[in-house]
C-alpha cells in the first residue's frame, strides 16, 4: 500500500513537477536559481486564491479573538457553554473554525512536490542524480540533455550549504517577518505563549535547516516566505508587526494602493486588527476575483 | 475549540519540520559510496560503507585479520549539524570505486578528497598508511570517480574538474590540469594518453606526462561513465541516451548509437557505466534494464538484451564484468530501496552467453546493486546497497554471502 501511494504520487505530482523544473531552466537562460525563483512564484500564484482564503479565515479568526475571549471569561466553569456559544458566534460571523487549515492543508502537497523536486534535481551526489533519473520522461528528450543541471547562482552553489550565512539568515528574518505579520496577540495567555514559541522556533528551525541543507532549498524558503508576506501584506495589512516596528504604523499603504491610517487598523491596548476601512482596488494580477 | 486548533496546528507543523528534517538528512546530505573489491594475488581488498577495509582470503570467501580503518574524524558532532555545533564524531568516508592495486599496496581515493596508499603485507591489508594524498589537508572536493594505474602514476579527478598524476610509489604530484567541469568518472589511460569524460558534455584526452590537453570532442550530454578504449577508438555512453566511438587518431566521430534520426532502439535512460568490450562486440548497459551489444567498428546494433525481470522499473547501475565467455550483469529495480532489504527482489544477477547470445538469471537479492560487478578467479564478487557482500559463481549462480567477521589472523 505504501508503495502503491508512493508511485501514485511519483506519477500525478512529482515527475511533472521534476520534468518541469528541468524545462524550465533551459528556457530560463540555464540558471537553475532563476527557475527556483520563477517556480516558487508561478506555483503560489497559482495556489493564491487558497492562501488568500487562508488568510481572510484567519483574519477573521483574529477580529473574534476579544469576543471569544470575553466568553471564555463569561462562562470559564461552564466548558461545553463556552462550546456552544463559540460555535454560535462562528456561525453568526460566518467563520468555519477550521476556514484557515483547509486551504492550508490543500496546499501542502504542492509545496512538498516542489521541495521534493528541488532536492531532487541538485542531485548533490551520486545516489541522488542515480535516483533522478527514473523520474525523467522518456519522451521529453531535452530533459536528458540538460541533466545534471548547473549549480551556481550569484555567490553560491545551490547544490551546496552557503557557508557565509547569507541565505540562512534571510531565510530566518524573511520567516520571522511572515509569523510576526500573520501571528495575533491573544489574550488567552496560554495560546499567546505557543503562538510566541512558535514566533521563534520556526525561523529559529528553518535557519538551522539552510546551514546544513543545499542552498537551492535555501533559496525556495526565502523566496516563499517573500511571496507570503507580500500575499499577507495585501490581506491584511503589516499586522501585529506594525507593533515591533513603530514607523509600519505611521502611514500604512492599504492593500489598494492607497493609504490608511492606522489608528483604524490598530486598536489600543488590545492591539487586534481590524478590517481596513477603505475599498479595495482591484489589481491587475488578481485575476480570479 | 479554537485551543485545540492552535494545538493541532502546532502538533502538524511540528511533524512537517521534522519529516522535512529526516528528509534533508537522508536526502541530502548522505553519501555512502559503492566500491568494488579488487584483488591482490588471492586476497580480495574490500571498502565497505562503514569505513573499513577488509582484507578476504578468496580461496575460502573468509576475512583476515582486523579491517583497517578508512574513517575521517571532524569536528561535527552530528552529521546533519553544521561543525560549529556539537563535539568531534568519527564517520566513514565514501568510496565510489574499487581500490587500484599496485604491486604491493593499495591506492583508495575517498568521497573527503583524499588518495590513501595503504601498504600490503603477509596476505593482509595494513593500517600505516604509505602516502596520503594531500599530505596534511583535503582537495577540498569530493573524489568520486576512481583511480587508473600507468607505468609509475595513478590517475584521478576530483569533482570540481581538476584531473591530477600522482607518483603511485611515494604519493607526490606530478601534474594537475584543471577541465573546469564537474568529474564523477575515472580516467582510462591508453599508451600516453588519458581520457576521461565530464559534465560539460566533452570527453577529454590529455598527455598523461604533462597533463596538457590533447583534443576534446563535445557530446549532446553529460557523462560520468568511464570511457574504454580499444584498438584506437574511445568508447564512452552519455546522459543524451547516445553510446559514442571516437577515433583517438582523428579525434572524430566513428559512429554513435542510436543513429541520427533513428527512432528504432533508441535506449530509454542514461548510459551510466563503464561498457564492456569482448570479441569485437561492445556491451552497453542501460539505466533503461537494457544491455545494447553493439559492434565496435562500425556501431551496428547485434541485439538488445531485454532482462525480463518483471521489475517495475529495472536498471543497470552496476558495471558488468566478463567471465569466460559470459558477461555477468546485475539489473536493479530503481523504485527499490538502496537503504535496506526490501520485501520483494530488488535485483537479479543474469548471465549474458556471448557464444551463445542466451541468457540466464544466475540469482536474485533483495537489495539493491549500484557497486561495479567485479570477477576474481572466476567467481563473481557482488556488493549491495546495503554493504553486505556475496560471491556467485556464474556457471550455476550458485550464491554465498561473505561473513565480514575476522576468521583468521596472520
Not at chain 1, 516558487?40 to 473574534?64: G, V
Not at chain 2, 579527478?157 to 607526490?172: F, H, K, P, Q, R
Not at chain 2, 535496506?340 to 547470445?357: D, E, H, L, R, W
Request: hydrophobic fraction near 40%.
Amino acid at each position: 500500500m505504501p508503495e502503491l501511494i508512493g508511485n501514485v504520487w511519483d506519477v500525478i505530482i512529482l515527475n511533472p513537477m521534476i520534468n518541469i523544473l528541468i524545462v524550465l531552466t533551459k528556457v530560463l537562460f540555464n540558471n537553475l536559481g532563476l527557475t527556483i525563483i520563477a517556480l516558487t512564484i508561478l506555483i503560489r500564484a497559482l495556489t493564491y486564491p487558497l492562501t488568500r482564503k487562508q488568510l481572510l479565515a484567519s483574519r477573521k479568526m483574529q477580529e473574534l479573538q476579544p469576543k471569544i475571549a470575553e466568553i471564555q471569561k463569561k462562562y470559564a466553569k461552564d466548558k461545553q457553554r463556552a462550546a456552544k456559544e463559540q460555535m454560535a458566534l462562528f456561525k453568526e460571523a460566518g467563520v468555519s473554525p477550521t476556514g484557515c487549515v483547509v486551504p492550508m492543508l490543500t496546499q501542502m502537497p504542492i509545496w512538498l512536490a516542489l521541495y521534493q523536486s528541488i532536492i531532487r534535481v541538485l542531485a548533490t551526489g551520486p545516489e541522488q542524480l542515480l535516483g533522478l533519473s527514473r523520474h525523467l520522461y522518456v519522451s521529453w528528450n531535452v530533459v536528458f540533455e540538460q541533466i545534471p543541471l548547473p549549480s551556481h547562482f550569484l555567490w553560491f552553489d545551490l547544490g551546496m550549504a552557503d557557508t557565509r550565512l547569507i541565505l540562512p539568515l534571510l531565510v530566518g528574518i524573511s520567516m520571522w517577518i511572515q509569523q510576526k505579520m500573520s501571528t495575533p496577540n491573544n489574550p488567552d495567555p496560554q495560546q499567546q505563549a505557543n503562538a510566541t514559541m512558535m514566533l521563534w522556533m520556526m525561523p529559529a528551525m528553518f535557519t538551522f535547516f539552510s546551514l546544513s541543507f543545499p542552498s537551492g532549498l535555501a533559496l525556495y524558503w526565502v523566496t516563499s516566505n517573500i511571496i507570503s508576506i507580500v500575499m499577507q501584506y495585501y490581506v491584511s495589512g503589516w499586522g501585529p508587526l506594525a507593533d515591533t516596528f513603530k514607523f509600519l504604523k505611521k502611514k500604512e499603504v492599504a492593500p489598494a494602493g492607497g493609504v490608511v491610517d492606522t489608528k483604524l487598523v490598530v486598536k489600543k491596548d488590545t492591539t487586534q486588527t481590524t478590517t481596513p476601512k477603505t475599498e479595495k482596488r482591484k489589481q491587475p494580477w488578481m485575476f480570479w476575483k | 475549540m479554537n485551543r485545540k486548533l492552535n494545538t493541532i496546528l502546532i502538533i502538524a507543523l511540528a511533524a512537517i519540520l521534522i519529516s522535512l528534517g529526516l528528509a534533508g538528512c537522508s536526502g541530502s546530505v548522505a553519501k555512502k559510496g559503492w566500491a568494488g573489491v579488487s584483488a591482490i594475488d588471492d586476497t580480495l581488498i574490500f571498502v565497505n560503507m562503514s569505513g573499513n577495509i577488509y582484507s578476504i582470503d578468496s580461496t575460502n570467501n573468509t576475512v583476515v585479520g582486523t579491517p583497517v580503518k578508512f574513517q575521517i574524524t571532524s569536528s561535527g558532532g552530528i552529521s546533519c549539524l553544521p561543525s560549529s555545533c556539537g563535539g568531534s564524531s568519527t564517520s566513514p568516508i565514501a568510496s565510489y570505486s574499487s581500490p587500484s592495486i599496485n604491486g604491493d599496496m593499495a591506492i583508495i581515493g575517498g568521497n573527503d578528497g583524499r588518495v590513501r596508499a595503504y601498504p600490503y603485507l603477509d596476505g593482509q591489508l595494513r593500517e600505516n598508511i604509505r602516502w596520503t594524498y594531500p599530505p596534511d589537508t583535503s582537495l577540498g572536493y569530493s573524489i568520486i570517480g576512481g583511480l587508473a594505474l600507468s607505468g609509475d602514476k595513478v590517475f584521478f579527478a576530483s569533482v570540481n574538474g581538476t584531473i591530477y598524476a600522482l607518483n603511485a610509489a611515494e604519493g607526490y604530484k606530478v601534474w594537475s590540469t584543471d577541465l573546469g567541469t564537474k568529474i564523477w568518472s575515472a580516467p582510462a589511460v591508453d599508451g600516453d594518453t588519458v581520457y576521461i569524460s565530464g559534465f560539460d558534455k566533452n570527453l577529454y584526452a590529455l598527455n598523461a606526462a604533462d597533463g596538457t590537453i590533447k583534443w576534446q570532442y563535445q557530446t549532446n550530454g553529460a557523462m560520468s561513465a568511464t570511457p574504454i578504449v580499444d584498438n584506437g577508438i574511445v568508447y564512452v555512453g552519455g546522459y543524451d541516451r547516445t553510446f559514442y566511438a571516437i577515433s583517438t587518431t582523428t579525434h572524430q566521430l566513428v559512429w554513435k548509437f542510436p543513429t541520427a534520426g533513428n527512432t528504432s532502439n533508441v535506449p530509454d535512460n542514461w548510459f551510466w557505466v563503464t561498457p564492456i568490450i569482448h570479441n569485437g562486440l561492445i556491451y552497453a548497459a542501460n539505466l533503461d534494464g537494457k544491455v545494447y551489444v553493439l559492434d565496435a567498428a562500425t556501431g551496428r546494433l547485434n541485439r538488445v538484451v531485454d532482462f525480463a525481470t518483471g521489475f517495475q522499473k529495472p536498471g543497470i547501475s552496476s558495471t558488468p564484468v566478463v567471465v569466460d565467455d559470459l558477461v555477468v550483469v546485475a539489473v536493479t529495480d530503481l523504485t527499490k530501496s538502496t537503504t535496506k532489504v526490501n520485501s520483494a527482489t530488488a535485483s537479479k544477477i543474469f548471465a549474458i552467453n556471448t557464444v551463445t547470445g542466451g541468457q540466464s538469471e544466475l540469482t536474485n537479492f533483495k537489495e539493491s546493486i549500484n557497486s561495479p560487478l567485479v570477477a576474481h578467479n572466476d567467481k563473481v564478487y557482488v556488493h549491495t546497497s546495503i554493504d553486505n557482500l556475496f560471491v556467485v559463481n556464474p556457471q550455476n549462480g550458485a550464491t554465498q554471502s561473505i561473513s565480514l567477521t575476522a576468521s583468521t589472523s596472520k
